[in-house]
């Protein structure tokens, strides 16, 4: 039998084409059934395996956790600092070993997610040393860097096309960012407003504006591409 | 009593020094030679004859020691277990395997099969030993006298010396050649997550090929390494887009050294010759890169340059520096030379063995022999061909996920009016 696409005969061994995937069959040629040419799905077992390494890391990040716990409790003889570390760590391996464990992780679970538990941890800080900023501080600005990012972050991943506009467009709300920040800590830790905010904002905003720009025409693709030539 | 004194410990010939030094935790410098019958393997047979073959070939059927300075063969006290076929061959041996047996004696139904690390010996040695075996088995099995000849050893027979003897040492000139080349392009793709290693076989009339090469007055082996070479150039031209970022093609064609010094050793005893084209002056036909090929195979492949060649290996093998480090500081060097220079001068080695002759008898019993070499440590082929029963065969081994070679290699072979059969372990 030959190939339909690549033209190769195959052996009756062949299911599919070994060279460009396409089915082997023809509804009036008969083939015979004989031995595949090794036998199917028996593959020697890894010494590391991808759950042993994954262990192997948890446990890492177990250790430091318990010998904080531990000697907190046995100096102050109930937990204090040592929350703080364990919380961070935890939170430390979500965010960068968890993905791992997936085939193929999303960020449009992974990235919100991240961001829900540093808001979870201020919030303890806030709670654990008496504090009165995380409603009208940390929370207002960590949601909006959580859905700026979330949002970059997925349209990255997912679109073929149009980077360049998605950064353009994040450098601009990066801008404004500065500036919601200034306020919240107005609001928070009732300072005078003296517009340092602006110094980082104006550039970024023209940093993004200028990339939307770059984007949009393609004439400036073209002289980008004569000037800047290396 | 003496001759067993003699064949107590091996060291390592000069081409197998850098072998165990560049083993990694991912890459076992590994091939295989089998063959197939034309019925079921019986396991209780083959190991009555892996038992009786064993002691003639004291230094193949060996594992690999340590010493303080350098790595020694000892030759094995038990025979190995047999095992169980993968779904690809060549499955990584670890140095503790390697510690206890260098080859493995592996069957799947019809199929014999013998891998061996490449510090034992080379392709040629590795069909002595098959052929050994088979016959060995078909004599137990069917009761029949198998003469021996087209390589075949007696089992009745002493090891001799000269069979274990490094005839490198033996054939090295005294002045050296240079080591400077250019770097080849490298094949790029994904790399199989799990270390499956593809295997893609072409066959052919051996006959067609025959014709063909000797329409252009040059051998198989060169006409099949121009076929190749061709292949990999069109894969670059398709592949790389900016002409200025084209690399050399080249090919390392390995090269038996035995009939060229008249030596009957059974260890490593082959050198090699990378002919080369450079695709940034412009696109090449068959019939020019036939003509490199079998020029540079031609000028390369004769007794004094390869007596040269040898002596650039041997001599740094010599180096009183070298010599005197102890091993683990060797194993680092050698490793780091290994990976900055080893295998960046050429794209894939391309293996010939050759016509594959046996006994009229045994001929009866075998199907089909099978040659593969592992691919290579840091490009994802290497290819291997020979012949048996006029039947040319062409094994890729690879372990990317993408067959672009493959199909290149097979377009090349249409274009030549040659029809080819593929067979693979495909997934």
């Not at chain 2, 091939?31 to 070939?57: C, G, H, M, W």
């Not at chain 2, 993968?86 to 004696?105: D, G, I, Q, W």
């Not at chain 2, 672009?404 to 080819?420: D, K, M, S």
Request: hydrophobic share 45%.
């Amino acid at each position: 039998m030959y190939c339909a696409n690549c033209g190769v005969k195959l052996a009756d061994t062949e299911q599919r084409c070994p060279l460009c995937g396409t089915e082997a069959y023809h509804p009036d040629i008969e083939r015979p059934e004989v031995d595949p040419l090794y036998p199917k799905d028996f593959v020697p077992k890894s010494v590391l395996s991808k759950t042993t390494i994954h262990i192997i890391i948890f446990t890492l990040f177990l250790i430091p956790i318990f010998v904080c716990l531990y000697a907190d409790l046995y100096i102050n003889r109930c937990i204090t600092w040592s929350a703080y570390v364990s919380l961070s760590v935890s939170i430390s391996y979500i965010i960068i070993v968890l993905p791992s464990w997936f085939r193929r992780p999303t960020p449009a679970v992974f990235v919100p997610l991240d961001f829900f538990l540093i808001a979870l941890l201020l919030q303890y800080i806030n709670y654990a040393t008496g504090g009165d900023w995380f409603l009208t501080l940390a929370f207002p600005l960590i949601t909006y860097l959580g859905i700026m990012v979330t949002a970059a972050s997925v349209l990255l991943y997912y679109l073929k096309k149009g980077h360049l506009y998605v950064i353009g467009a994040f450098f601009i709300a990066m801008g404004f960012y500065m500036d919601i920040i200034e306020l919240f800590l107005m609001v928070t830790f009732k300072v005078s407003f003296d517009g340092w905010s602006l110094y980082p904002m104006i550039p970024l905003v023209i940093i993004g504006l200028g990339m939307i720009a770059i984007a949009i025409s393609r004439n400036a693709k073209a002289i980008l591409a004569r000037k800047l030539h290396f | 009593m003496k001759d067993i004194k003699r064949f107590k410990w091996f060291k390592l010939d000069n081409a197998a020094k850098i072998y165990p030094a560049s083993h990694s935790r991912s890459w076992s410098n590994l091939f295989r030679l089998s063959a197939t019958l034309y019925e079921d393997v019986d396991l209780k047979v083959l190991e009555q004859a892996v038992k009786n073959t064993i002691p003639r070939f004291p230094s193949m059927a060996a594992k690999l020691k340590q010493g303080l300075f350098w790595y020694y063969l000892q030759p094995v006290d038990e025979p190995p277990a047999i095992l169980a076929e993968y779904s690809y061959p060549l499955a990584h041996m670890t140095k503790k395997e390697m510690r206890e047996c260098a080859f493995r004696v592996i069957v799947y139904r019809k199929r014999i099969a013998v891998e061996f690390f490449h510090a034992l010996t080379d392709g040629t040695g590795g069909l002595i030993f098959l052929k050994t075996l088979v016959a060995e088995y078909l004599e137990l099995k069917h009761e029949i006298e198998i003469p021996c000849e087209f390589g075949i050893l007696s089992r009745k027979e002493r090891p001799k010396h000269y069979e274990t003897e490094d005839s490198f040492l033996k054939n090295a000139a005294s002045v050296k050649e240079t080591r400077k080349d250019t770097n080849a392009w490298h094949i790029d793709g994904t790399p199989e997550p799990d270390a499956f290693l593809n295997i893609t076989n072409f066959q052919m009339s051996s006959d067609k090929i025959w014709h063909l090469a000797h329409e252009k007055n040059v051998s198989v082996n060169t006409y099949l390494t121009a076929v190749m070479m061709k292949a990999i150039l069109n894969l670059q031209l398709e592949l790389i887009k900016n002409p200025k970022k084209y690399k050399p093609v080249k090919v390392l064609v390995p090269i038996n050294l035995r009939p060229i010094f008249n030596s009957k050793t059974l260890r490593n005893f082959a050198l090699y010759t990378i002919p080369e084209l450079d695709p940034r002056l412009g696109y090449y036909t068959l019939d020019e890169i036939i003509n490199i090929v079998h020029h540079k195979v031609g000028t390369y492949a004769t007794q004094k340059n390869m007596s040269k060649m040898i002596q650039t290996n041997v001599a740094d093998e010599k180096l009183l520096i070298l010599r005197i480090v102890p091993l683990f500081v060797k194993n680092f060097v050698m490793k780091m030379v290994f990976n900055s220079v080893g295998e960046k001068k050429s794209c894939l080695s391309f293996s010939n063995l050759g016509q594959v002759r046996l006994p009229e008898i045994m001929r009866k019993y075998i199907e089909r022999v099978d040659f593969i070499l592992g691919p290579q440590a840091q490009a994802p082929y290497n290819c291997s061909s020979y012949t048996y029963r006029d039947i040319l065969n062409v094994t890729f081994s690879r372990d990317i996920k993408e067959a672009r070679l493959e199909t290149y290699f097979f377009r090349e072979l249409q274009a030549l009016g040659i029809e080819v059969t593929v067979q693979s372990n495909q997934r």
